[in-house]
């Protein structure tokens, strides 16, 4: 009888499409964007999750100002201290627990060759930069401590520069403008995945004394053991604190990072959550009162089949059961166009947003228990009718 | 040795409270119906006829009195319980037919099937028989908006024989149809009883409720004879 009960409810549904297509909106739209921005979130966590395991989970950074990743931003707005003589106070006092350390100068610069340009982010360190962010070559060859001593204008393209801007080719020893600064390209980094690739690097004497900079924009460097990173970060500290206050810089390790990142991201779904829920609750009392007016417009068909041995039950059931299909088939048709969405983000927009089956399988669960949950005082109304009075209806 | 009747009605009493105003619709009201029997029950507007007719139906219960079935008495049965048993004893023909508008013929006279223990698969063979007892073979497809009153009419009479009930209950079935349709109608009725069916007429109309075996007549609210 399910079945039976099920059949009518869609014939019913059928019966009036503009008027079951604008009831179902509510739910289409709330389950649409729920299940969109729950894929594009997953996407930026994809993203952010490999670029920074690509570059080694023991990486270390020391920050100008005092930074507390989950609290007042306002705080950070100190000015920066860091230069070489910090530098040296890590070499001396934590080089048994780092290595690689390397200044660290980022600067957005637009390179360009030829008439083609491209903005990108240029960072500038010394010759150990490479290792400590995983670096390798495709081709030519990295800055050296020479070059670092005597301010070479040498630059090392990250892959993806050369699709923007040599078509492919290969650019070791031709010449590029970053900003109006000429400089001989010598070597180009392998393929890494992610924004990393988009980057430029130059020594960094060479950013101080040409692009006029006078503080790092971090001290980088990595953990001797990753077991001992927190270790190390308290070297670090007590190293920093001959010259620093304690408030004038910071040290973060790259979990800290990504765990902020996480808290961030999480914030975020809880606003899509609640998003989600006042959508749904809109979209469910759409339903409902559609569900009501549906009531009173078949009073006559309620009487009928009470007459013809329908029980108050069976006569609920099959109102639950449109109310029920009505939110379902909108939840579905949600979670269809942003499945869709999410295809199209991936295609045309080259980012990784995809739609976990937990979130498809939620959406669904959620428009069924809208439509269970509005659908039970509409269904217990038609329940109640008393026959009598539903055949005479007019 | 006589027949067991099927349904009595023992001194029914209907009453209507509308304010402080008691309307009643029934007094006294004792009636046997024995298997087999065409009966028809006749009166003006406002008699009591509808009332009386919801009561043998099922639909309603008696202010007092007791309504028996088939030897128990349903008067006070819980109203699950009740829709059971017109689903299984009753069939209703209606004065506005009462055809769901969207479904096919067949849907139609496969309701009550719905609602009762019959297999499904047995639901279009049985269904279709009674469309051939109503001689609507030819428009089992058709939604019942596609068909003509008397044709409708039939559908519904088709749909109220498919439960093979003990009683066919008919309140001014020929009321939305011309006469020489509404004659047609009559027969098919007379044709039914003739093959056994219980058939209980309700109507305002003398000569139409002369066809039956028995005649009740029914002025405000009580049997006169
Ligand atoms: N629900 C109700 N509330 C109050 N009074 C009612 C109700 N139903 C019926 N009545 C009254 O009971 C009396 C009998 O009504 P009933 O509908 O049985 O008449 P009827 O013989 O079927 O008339 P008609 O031929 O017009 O259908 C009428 O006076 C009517 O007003
Ligand atoms: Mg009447």
């Known amino acids: 009888m399910i079945y039976e009960l099920y059949l009518s409810a869609i014939r019913s549904l059928l019966s009036n499409k503009t008027r079951t297509f604008l009831t179902m909106l509510g739910i289409i739209i709330g389950v649409f964007a729920v299940i969109t921005l729950i894929g594009v979130g997953e996407g930026i966590q994809n993203y952010v999750t490999k670029q920074f395991s690509s570059l080694g989970s023991n990486l270390l950074f020391v920050s100008p100002g005092k930074r507390n990743l989950r609290g007042d931003p306002g705080a950070n707005f100190s000015s920066n201290k860091l230069d070489d003589k910090h530098v040296k106070l890590i070499e001396t006092y934590s080089s048994d627990f780092v290595t690689g350390i390397t200044p660290y100068i980022e600067i957005g610069k637009t390179l360009s060759y030829k008439n083609k340009n491209y903005y990108t982010v240029v960072n500038a360190f010394d010759e150990d930069g490479f290792s400590t962010y995983n670096l390798t070559l495709d081709s030519g060859r990295f800055f050296t401590r020479a070059d670092i001593t005597s301010n070479s204008r040498v630059v090392v393209l990250g892959s993806n520069i050369l699709n923007e801007l040599f078509s492919n080719q290969d650019p070791v020893g031709k010449n590029i403008k970053i900003g109006d600064k000429t400089f001989l390209i010598i070597g180009v980094a392998a393929e890494k995945g992610g924004s990393i690739d988009n980057r430029a690097y130059i020594p960094y004497t060479t950013a101080k004394s040409i692009f006029n900079i006078k503080n790092y924009s971090s001290i980088v460097m990595k953990a001797l053991d990753s077991e001992n990173v927190d270790s190390a970060m308290k070297r670090i500290e007590i190293a920093l604190y001959r010259d620093l206050d304690k408030d004038e810089f910071t040290v973060l390790s790259q979990k800290d990072l990504l765990n902020s990142f996480s808290s961030i991201l999480s914030t975020v779904t809880l606003g899509i959550g609640a998003i989600a829920a006042i959508s749904l609750l809109v979209g469910g009392i759409g339903i409902m009162n559609i569900m009501l007016v549906t009531v009173t417009e078949r009073t006559r068909e309620i009487g009928l089949r009470k007459a013809v041995g329908a029980t108050p039950n069976n006569i609920a059931i099959q109102f639950l059961i449109e109310a029920t299909a009505l939110s379902v088939l909108g939840g579905s048709i949600g979670i269809g166009l942003g499945i869709l969405v999410a295809f199209l983000i991936r295609t045309y927009a080259n980012f990784d947003a995809t739609v976990p089956l937990w979130s498809v399988l939620l959406a669904f669960l959620f428009s069924a228990c809208v439509g269970i949950l509005f659908g039970t005082y509409p269904a217990l109304k038609a329940a109640k009718k008393d026959p009598i009075e539903a055949l005479r209806y007019e | ?225």
């Open chain 2, 1 to 225: 040795m006589a027949v067991e009747p099927i349904l009595s009605l023992k001194n029914i009493n209907k009453s209507y409270q509308i304010g402080g105003q008691k309307i009643e619709a029934l007094k006294n009201v004792s009636i046997d119906i024995h298997p087999g029997d065409f009966i028809s029950i006749v009166g003006k507007s406002g008699s009591g006829k509808s009332t009386l007719m919801h009561i043998i139906g099922l639909l309603d219960t008696p202010t007092s009195g007791q309504v028996i079935l088939n030897g128990k008495d349903v008067s006070k049965y819980p109203e699950e319980h009740l829709a059971k048993v017109r689903n299984s004893e009753i069939g209703f023909v209606f004065q506005a037919f009462n055809l769901l508008s969207r479904a096919t013929t067949l849907e139609n006279v496969m309701l009550p099937l719905q609602y009762s223990n019959t297999p499904k698969k047995n639901w279009e063979r049985k269904a279709m028989e009674m469309l051939k007892l109503v001689d609507l073979q030819e428009r089992v497809n058709n939604k019942s908006n596609e068909l003509s009153g008397g044709q409708r009419q039939r559908v519904a009479i088709a749909r109220a024989l498919v439960n093979d009930p003990s009683i066919i209950l008919a309140d001014e079935p020929t009321g939305n149809l011309d006469s020489k349709t509404g004659s047609e109608i009559i027969k098919k009725f007379i044709e039914l009883n003739k093959l056994g069916k219980t058939i209980i007429l309700v109507t305002h109309d003398n000569d139409l409720a002369k066809i039956a075996d028995k005649v009740f007549v029914i002025k405000d609210g009580e049997f006169v004879k």
